[in-house]
């Protein structure tokens, strides 16, 4: 068995981005009660999960459906009230298991998956909130709708699939300053009427709830550094 490191730390870390959520939000002048924390919990075990939500904490973000399914129902049957939000990409093989699974899916990207999630989700009469992933700073290895052709899809989505789509979702390019993307994720979901904003992570989630966040995903801020 690997040593794992101790629980307290990640309850102190979570006490801490916490603090730093509510400084942001009221710095920005924004009402308290408009930003989700999303505790990421991809590559950590059920044991150190379930002690943040022995702590209260109820949102969190798993990247891998397959991962998801391993951790997640077992934790549901004790924690009826999680909800769970899918923060990586969806293969259409897979919808059938995200719309089980998660109460979120924040990953959608194209026509396809847009069409088989609107199947599903008639099929299984659940209604997860769905967020279109915008390419934000149109990266080639890096999935989403380009800026440019956002608006279509939205409406591609929303006329051609009947799909209700609650915001917009993006991962700025590493290594840049994040805040002329967050803005603009946030100019273009204004222009579209979407009142919800993933955006912002360990490193940057002050400065994206400054230009409207109301989900930030944070992970390693957390947990520490993955291995
Ligand atoms: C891993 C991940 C995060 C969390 O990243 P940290 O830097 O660990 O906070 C947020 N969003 C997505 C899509 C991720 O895959």
């Known amino acids: 068995m690997t040593a794992q490191p101790p629980v307290s730390d990640d309850l102190d870390r979570l006490a801490t981005v916490r603090k730093s959520i509510v400084r942001a ?37 798993e990247n891998r ?23 990586g990409p969806l293969q259409t093989n897979k919808v059938r298991e995200a719309v089980e699974l998660f109460d979120a899916i924040e990953t959608v990207d194209r026509p396809k998956l847009a069409q088989a999630l609107a199947k599903e989700i008639d099929r299984q009469n659940k209604a997860p909130e769905l967020f279109v992933q915008v ?34 979702m993006c991962i700025p390019p590493l290594g840049e300053p994040p805040s002329p993307y967050f803005a603009l994720l946030a100019k273009i979901a204004a222009r579209n009427g979407l009142t919800r904003l993933s955006m912002g992570m360990s490193s940057d989630f002050e400065r994206a709830i400054q230009l409207g966040a109301t989900e930030v995903r944070v992970g390693s801020g957390i947990f520490g550094e993955r291995s």
């Open 65 to 87: 459906v397959q991962e998801a399914e391993a951790k997640w129902p077992e934790l549901r049957k004790r924690f009826p009230d999680l909800r769970l939000s899918l923060i």
């Open 135 to 168: 390419n934000i700073g149109e990266e080639p290895q890096k999935a989403g709708v380009a800026p440019g052709e956002t608006d279509a899809f939205l409406r591609q989505c929303r006329e051609a699939f009947g799909l209700r789509i609650a915001g917009l």
């Open 25 to 61: 939000i009221e710095s920005a002048g924004r009402k308290t009660d408009v930003v989700r924390l999303v505790c990421v919990t991809k590559t950590i075990d059920k044991n150190r999960i379930q002690s943040i939500l022995e702590a209260g904490h109820r949102h969190f973000g």
